[in-house]
């Protein structure tokens, strides 16, 4: 016996959302962007810089987003694994007193950024479709930067990790996947030809 439409779907998304889930949280460099570190590769450290900056959340709430992906940078890199309490010395002696107005100018990269996070978490409760949203916005965002900003083209830039990421963050919508499966079946593109 075969699956539904709707059992496939349900399976893809979960999937999907798992794998948008660990590369999000990972911190698999996605793009490469200026930021109050210096230059930020993930939606992750965006995120990060601004919640210190902002000092909106305790420190225990960007030290639990950061870690994993210190680790797995840390096992990468050959370096020794970071304690809890050195992850955000890093950022934060870093941290440029940039103004407020040079993060208007990169809101479109900076919400991005906080709706991807927020879409890698919550996508593993319900997923939807704030994941999608927070990464075009990130590469709207960008690609403005690349041809209109004051940038050089090798301060910003995307990384081919980027589409694959939107893919699978589209895969994680389970109501279009399942348009998507059932527009695919063979009864379905028969029909369509023959008429």
Not at 5 to 22: D, G, L, M, Q, T
């Amino acid at each position: 016996m075969g699956f539904s439409s709707r059992k496939w779907a349900e399976i893809i998304s979960n999937v999907a959302s798992r794998i948008y889930f660990v590369i999000i949280i990972l911190k698999i460099p996605l793009f490469r962007f200026p930021c109050r570190i210096g230059t930020c590769r993930t939606p992750i450290d965006i995120t990060a810089c601004e919640l210190i900056a902002g000092e909106i959340f305790p420190e225990f709430v960007v030290k639990a987003i950061l870690y994993p992906g210190a680790v797995i940078t840390s096992f990468t890199e050959g370096k020794i694994v970071p304690n809890r309490d050195q992850i955000l010395t890093s950022y934060k002696s870093n941290m440029s007193k940039a103004p407020p107005t040079t993060d208007l100018k990169q809101l479109e990269v900076i919400t991005g950024s906080y709706l991807c996070v927020a879409g890698a978490i919550l996508g593993l409760i319900k997923r939807g479709r704030m994941s999608v949203c927070g990464l075009i916005l990130v590469l709207w965002g960008i690609v403005r930067e690349m041809f209109v900003g004051k940038y050089r083209s090798e301060d910003v830039c995307v990384y081919p990790e980027m589409i694959v990421t939107i893919a699978i963050a589209l895969f994680s919508m389970r109501r279009d996947v399942r348009k998507l499966i059932r527009c695919c079946k063979f009864d379905f593109i028969v029909k369509w030809l023959s008429n």
